[in-house]
């Protein structure tokens, strides 16, 4: 709500409820879609005039100042603009998705609840973000979405052993959402199934 108060939106007096089954810590991106429910809900019922990208910059801001965890954009994207039946390659750089349609055919996803506790805050999240951006800054570019696994072997030397590999967990899943991409693109389960 202080968010969209910093906007200059006005919000009169409400009560709101709000109950779901998705197990706390779960890593569903639970707290993004919460967010953008409240945004939403608040949006209409007030008439704020909000965008749907309006509306998931006011969530991602509600994380960095008031949970703590400097987190990106992803969460609250694919909240607020999923599609059913369909899987988004989002680029954080300029906001836009191109949406893919998947046919799973025979097969089904499973959700599996390992009750292992997800917390963004306690996994040092912000201590990940600040060591991609140091790597970054270190081979002169802006994100690691714009280095490859040689250029990371270039400053291998110069970063910690753990620096290095999550660098490189960023690096590989990046290549890994594009070999998806067109996966689904091609109609290749076996290989969707892979990455």
């Not at 968010?3 to 993004?32: C, H, R, W, Y």
């Not at 954080?92 to 998947?102: D, G, N, Y």
């Not at 999550?166 to 594009?178: S, T, W």
Request: glycine letters at 6%; one cysteine or more; hydrophobic letters at 40%.
């Amino acid at each position: 709500m202080a968010e969209i108060q910093k906007l200059g939106k006005t919000i009169k007096n409400f009560n709101m409820v709000f109950g779901g089954d998705i197990p706390s810590g779960s890593g569903m991106s639970s707290s993004a879609a919460l967010e953008n429910s409240v945004v939403f809900g608040l949006n209409e019922l007030f008439n704020l005039g909000l965008s749907k990208t309006e509306m998931i910059f006011i969530s991602q801001k509600a994380e960095h100042n008031y949970v703590g965890v400097n987190c990106g954009i992803m969460d609250q994207y694919a909240s607020m603009f999923g599609i059913k039946n369909h899987a988004l390659l989002l680029d954080c750089r300029s906001i836009e998705a191109k949406p893919f349609e998947i046919n799973f055919e025979n097969y089904e996803l499973m959700l599996i609840n390992t009750n292992v506790k997800h917390s963004l805050s306690d996994s040092a999240y912000n201590d990940r973000r600040s060591v991609c951006e140091s790597i970054s800054k270190m081979l002169n570019i802006k994100a690691l979405r714009d280095a490859n696994e040689a250029d990371l072997e270039k400053v291998k030397n110069k970063v910690t052993d753990e620096d290095y590999q999550k660098a490189l967990f960023v690096i590989q899943e990046n290549e890994r959402a594009e070999q998806a991409s067109a996966a689904m693109q091609n109609g290749d389960l076996e290989m969707l199934g892979g990455n």
